[in-house]
């Protein structure tokens, strides 16, 4: 008989093998990068939205995700006679809000005004409006963007988009999976697809009047500097405004 040889058994690759778990646990500590410098640059955005919209320097005059265009035509006088109304750095303090002149630009940063340790209630949707003007004959074009920090309209959208896509994904994949047989199973999915609908509707409501808030807020705060650049008792036309 020939002596016995014994063959080297190759490292086992399988489900619970070391090679499996060292696998297993690099794509999970790829996953926590991941997240982690995801959730350093949206700090990183919030901060950037805090320090934009919190300056009324030119650079931020026109940072923010735009949401609605107003425009306007007013009797105002020359554009000189308006950088007159604000003071030498260009600014021009309103009772609910304060705006800034940059020359070069011909443009005006209006800001509600937001004292700290206020009472009212403030939002995660601050306004802020960006307004171009140039000279149309004896007319001035006032062109009024509203402009919300994009943190806050990344975060709106990523929110709707989770609810919406899940409560879809979730009554596709509960159909598909034979959750519509029985009657039990019938109610089951849809009462699990009605508290998805409502969560998505709660949302859109609580976006809405915050955005009503926020918005007359920086209404009022425009009307003071219409009312500034025009005059005292002077007639106001309408403006006209739409959606971008």
Same mark, same amino acid.
Request: glycine fraction near 10%; charge should be positive.
């Given at each position: 008989? %020939?002596?016995?040889?014994?063959? $080297? ?8 093998? $070391?090679? #499996? ?8 500590? %790829?996953?926590? =990068? ?23 320097? =030119? ?12 425009? #306007?035509?007013?009797? !105002? ?16 303090? !309103? ?30 949707? $601050? ?5 171009? !003007?140039?000279?149309?004959?004896? !007319? ?28 879809? %994904? ?63 008792? #002077?007639?106001? $036309? ?7």
């Amino acid at each position: 008989m %020939g002596e016995g040889r014994t063959t $080297p058994r190759a490292s086992p690759k399988g489900i619970g093998s $070391p090679f #499996e778990r060292r696998r297993c646990c690099a794509i999970v500590r %790829g996953m926590l =990068a991941v997240g982690l410098f995801a959730v350093v640059l949206f700090l990183l955005l919030v901060l950037g939205d805090w320090m934009h919209f919190t300056s009324l320097s =030119a650079s931020a005059s026109q940072y923010g995700c735009g949401v609605t265009r107003l425009e #306007e035509r007013l009797k !105002l006088p020359s554009l000189a006679v308006i950088s007159g109304r604000f003071d030498q750095e260009g600014l021009l303090n !309103l009772p609910h809000g304060v705006a800034r002149w940059f020359q070069e630009d011909k443009r005006i940063l209006l800001r509600p005004q937001y004292r700290m340790f206020s009472l009212r209630f403030r939002t995660a949707w $601050p306004i802020k409006g960006t307004i171009d !003007l140039h000279e149309d004959g004896d !007319l001035a074009c006032l062109t009024c963007v509203n402009r919300i920090p994009w943190s806050s309209a990344i975060m709106t959208l990523l929110w709707f988009a989770v609810v919406g896509l899940g409560t879809v %994904g979730f009554l596709v994949a509960y159909a598909v999976q034979g959750g519509m047989t029985s009657l039990g199973s019938l109610l089951t999915g849809l009462a699990v697809t009605a508290v998805g609908v409502l969560v998505f509707f709660f949302g859109l409501i609580t976006v809405s009047l915050a955005y009503r808030l926020e918005n007359e807020r920086l209404t009022q705060a425009y009307k003071e500097l219409r009312e500034a650049l025009l005059g005292a008792a #002077e007639a106001l $036309p309408k403006h006209i405004s739409r959606a971008t």
